[in-house]
Each structure stands twice: as C-alpha cells, then as structure tokens.
Nanobody, 114 residues
Framework: QVQFVESGGGLVQSGGSLRLSCAAS????????MGWFRQVPGRYRELVAS???????NYGDSVRGRFTISRDNAKNTVYLQMNSLKPEDAAVYYC????????WGQGTQVTVSS
C-alpha cells in the first residue's frame, strides 16, 4: 500500500526558511513524477513544485526562485526547500504523484507570520 508521510512544517517568520520532507512506502519515488502540493481552507489543492523521474524540476509562478524540490533516491524521500517565505505561502503541504494524486498523506502545516 502506498503511503506518504510529510514532515518539517512549522511556524516561521516572513523571510524565513523551512525544509519539508516526504517519506514514501509502497512506491519507488524515483520512478514517478512527484510533486509538492499545498492547500488552504476553501481553496483547491495547488501543485507548487514537481520533479520527474529524470530529475527535471518545475515550479509554480508563485514559488519559482524561492522553493527547490529535490529527491534522495537512497532514502526514497522527496524534499521541498522553501526560502524567503511569505504569509501567502501558509498552507498544508502534501506530496504525491502528480499523475495519480491518490493515497494522500496527512500533510504538514506551514504557518508564516508577517
């Protein structure tokens, strides 16, 4: 069974940094097109960063230049380094396969104070 466990969220001041981790079981992350999504109450779940099996990365306009997605194949873990955080980045962050988008984990809460 596929399971994603996100961690690393927390409270940070505007301009600060956080590094999120997504550990997976039941799936080999390096074989999938993986992404980090975020959601705030009342809004759809937004894809903010992705990484292909070949290592190509893509970012949403709102995070490009500030966020970096990476993957550690040995640890079967995907990361999201978030720098220069803004209050509008506050959300629950999830990782998942970009194409499958099932078996969602509980996510990790990111709160940014202004």
């Amino acid at each position: 069974q596929v399971q994603f466990v996100e961690s690393g969220g927390g409270l940070v001041q505007s301009g600060g940094s956080l590094r999120l981790s997504c550990a997976a079981s039941g799936i080999i992350l390096s074989s999938y097109y993986m992404g980090w999504f975020r959601q705030v109450p009342g809004r759809y779940r937004e894809l903010v960063a992705s990484i292909t099996s070949g290592g190509t990365t893509n970012y949403g306009d709102s995070v490009r230049g500030r966020f970096t997605i990476s993957r550690d194949n040995a640890k079967n873990t995907v990361y999201l380094q978030m720098n220069s955080l803004k209050p509008e980045d506050a959300a629950v962050y999830y990782c998942n396969s970009v194409l499958r988008r099932d078996n969602w984990g509980q996510g990790t809460q990111v709160t940014v104070s202004s």
